[in-house]
């Protein structure tokens, strides 16, 4: 079974700009949440969709958003890019809500950085 | 919200001897905790998990304690090998959110 998918793999941008990154989850995985990682932070929750809706979000600002479609795709989307935006950023999925014990299945990460 | 504090930040050891990460966690609503280990230039991977219910958990080599008074669990490696070498995160999620949180990590050298 394809695992969880995230595109692009890298990207760079300049302060201002905005991105949208993808993620696709694993078959029958319905939650999809995503995970800022920088050195020294460790994983930073930004939200999780479950069935379309936004169930959670983290402590980030509203530059940051996202979605999930009907196929349990998801995007994020950060808008008015900082040079603190610089991150991988992650997308988990998983047959439950967070908040409940399944496992997360991690993507590679897409690489952002701001110039 | 839940806050998860994970000690050390890093961690060598000598192949062969033991490690132990611990965390902390604040809120007492949480039922479950789940360790992941990230190989360098790799996605993180669950290794172990515990529910609120369990005190211990033993895979192999790895084991994890949880002590709900004191709100901390542990994650113990016996006998390493260099391919326990990663950043190591533990998290914690409360029943009643829709929301994991994650220590900062603990990256572990095993020394050949």
């Known amino acids: 079974k394809a695992g969880v998918t995230q595109t692009p793999r890298y990207l760079i941008k300049t302060r201002g700009q905005q991105v949208t990154l993808s993620c696709s989850p694993i078959?029958?995985?319905?939650?999809v949440s995503w995970y800022q990682q920088t050195p020294g932070q460790g994983l930073q929750f930004l939200f999780e969709?479950?069935?379309?809706?936004?169930?959670n979000k983290g402590n980030f600002p509203g530059r940051f958003s996202g979605r999930q479609f009907s196929n349990s795709r998801s995007e994020m989307n950060v808008s008015t890019l900082e040079l603190g935006d610089s991150a991988l950023y992650l997308c988990?999925?998983?047959?439950?809500?967070?908040?409940?014990?399944?496992?997360?299945?991690f993507g590679e990460g897409s690489r952002l950085t701001v110039l | 919200g839940e806050n998860v504090e994970q000690h050390p930040s890093t961690l060598s050891v000598q192949e062969g001897d033991s490690a132990v990460i611990k965390c902390t966690y604040s809120?007492?609503?949480?039922?479950?905790f789940p360790w992941y280990k990230q190989e360098l230039g790799k996605r993180p991977q669950l290794i172990i998990d515990?529910?609120?219910?369990?005190g211990e958990k033993k895979d192999q080599r790895i084991a994890v304690t949880l002590n709900k008074t004191a709100k901390h669990f542990s994650l113990h490696i016996t006998e390493t090998q260099p391919e326990d070498s990663a950043v190591y995160f533990c998290?914690?999620?409360?029943?009643?959110?829709?929301?994991?949180?994650f220590g900062a990590g603990t990256t572990v050298t095993v020394r050949a």
């Open positions: 988990a999925s998983s047959l439950e809500l967070l908040g409940g014990t399944g496992e997360l299945f």
């Open positions: 078959s029958g995985h319905r939650s």
């Open positions: 969709y479950f069935s379309e809706t936004q169930r």
């Open positions: 809120d007492s609503a949480s039922n479950y």
């Open positions: 515990i529910r609120s219910n369990v």
């Open positions: 998290a914690a999620t409360p029943s009643n959110d829709y929301k994991l949180s």
